[in-house]
């Protein structure tokens, strides 16, 4: 069935309770289908979340000319050799990691065709920072307006290290630039690069495949290019926005749940957070519960990039706000419009107001292109309110999981459409949300 014709059904105000296992990481798993297509031997993953961003990305190995091989949770890709240089319109469409595979398309063939990348619409992501940073590096990129593609070609003598500084952090965009650095002649200097933990997990991929990279300051990446790179098995971590996302579910529902085999690395701040609003957490050798133990305080929340609250965690936040007493301020920085599921939570009885903060200097505190500005960058939460069903449309993958969480928090019974949103970034999603006792149900419209 298709997604687009599917609903989720949640008769909600049940306390979710027991123990769940998250997927591997979304933003990890992506990249490092990209990494195994830098080698002709086989690359094997494990963990590999079942989402369709994961699908389609396989299906573009596939087209590349790649053999891809999916048994349960993991996976075996093999690039012997590119078929062709070109990524369909279609497919890339579909998610903005397709244009990571300009990387090993240069490395290994000199010259790539990649449309411009789609994925949420959640914010312009712009791509002038790898564009600038791989002109760097010897290669000519250049925008057909008329056909929709990047054209890109190396030079003679083929990748070159350069010494590059990125002018905002930019997850992908660093990604992107060491994945195009390993087999580069010389040594790349990355600087103001993306410090998330997903990046050091694709670091420690391509080690694994015989690259030499290694980050001589939390922000500075240096890696040595290498001739050839290797076959690897490879686990994928636990993906941070699942945690927090099943974090949420069970206190928001006034629930115990235990998410197993997760510790603190990377979401340290958010659980800074829960204790600073009074929401209970427990850390144990095997995970970490979280449940609720009575009213919430409001708080003040600035998305940033790691190590500070996720921009991925905004959303989940401000339906936990609509629990706490007082007014709670959410300011987004990383992207200038993700606050596409203010209206859908109105519409359940969350008293959330949209304004324009105080800011000094724009260029400084938004990770974003100022001429990108929308000027709305920031919410005011106001409560405790007490959620009602509503009918819900999905905009983007995290909005779609904060309107399945005020669903589940909600009297009544909501139903949510726009569903391929959500399979984008949450494997068997309602199926685990239902073995902590929510009563909830996927059918076709």
């Known amino acids: 069935m298709k997604a687009d014709l599917e609903k989720l059904i949640i008769r909600g105000n049940k306390k979710l309770k027991g123990d769940v296992n998250v997927s591997g990481s979304k933003n990890v798993a992506l990249k490092a289908l990209v990494a195994a297509c830098l080698t002709d031997q086989e690359v094997y993953i494990e963990n590999i979340p079942l989402i369709t961003d994961f699908i389609i990305m396989s299906e573009i190995i596939g087209e590349l000319g790649g053999q891809v091989l999916l048994k349960d949770h993991a996976i075996s890709i093999k690039m012997k050799e590119f078929k062709k240089v070109v990524i369909q319109l279609d497919k890339a469409a579909e998610i903005r990691t397709s244009f990571m595979f300009l990387a090993p398309l240069l490395a290994r063939m000199g010259k790539a065709i990649i449309p411009n990348p789609g994925g949420c619409r959640i914010g312009a992501r712009p791509i002038d920072r790898v564009v600038h940073g791989l002109y760097q590096m010897g290669v000519r990129v250049t925008y057909d307006s008329k056909d929709g593609y990047f054209h890109a070609q190396v030079s003679e003598k083929g990748l070159l290290a350069t010494r590059y500084k990125f002018s905002k952090n930019t997850h992908t965009g660093t990604e992107t630039m060491i994945l195009a650095a390993v087999l580069a002649k010389g040594k790349t200097i990355l600087e103001n690069a993306a410090a998330e933990p997903e990046v050091d997990e694709l670091i420690g991929l391509l080690n694994r495949m015989g690259a030499k990279i290694k980050r001589t300051d939390i922000r500075t990446i240096e890696i040595i290019g290498v001739k050839k790179l290797k076959g690897a098995r490879f686990k994928i971590m636990p993906d ?71 921009t991925d965690w905004q959303g989940s936040w401000a339906v936990l706000m609509t629990k706490a007493k007082g007014e709670s301020i959410i300011h987004e920085t990383i992207y200038e419009n993700r606050f596409n599921y203010v209206p859908e939570l109105r519409k359940m009885g969350a008293k959330i107001k949209l304004f324009a903060p105080t800011v000094t200097d724009p260029s ?56 391929e949103h959500l399979d984008r970034g949450y494997g068997e999603f309602y199926q685990r949300l239902k073995s902590l006792g929510a009563d909830i149900s996927r059918v076709k419209e």
């Open 364 to 419: 400084e505190t938004y990770n974003f292109n100022i001429f990108d500005d929308k000027k709305m960058h920031a919410i005011k939460v106001t409560g405790p309110v007490s959620l009602h069903n509503a009918v819900l449309n999905v905009a983007d993958l995290r909005a779609g999981a904060t309107l399945v969480l005020a669903a589940l928090a909600a009297r009544g019974t909501s139903i949510i459409f726009g569903l």
């Open 240 to 310: 941070r926005n699942e945690i927090v996302t099943f974090a949420v579910a069970g206190i928001i529902t006034e629930g115990d749940v235990f998410i197993k085999n997760i510790n603190r690395v990377g979401i340290s701040e958010f659980l800074n957070m829960l204790k600073e609003v009074g929401a209970g957490f427990e850390e144990k050798k095997n995970g970490i519960r979280f449940f609720y133990k009575g009213p919430l305080r409001k708080s003040q929340v600035t998305t940033t990039f790691y190590p500070g609250f996720m």
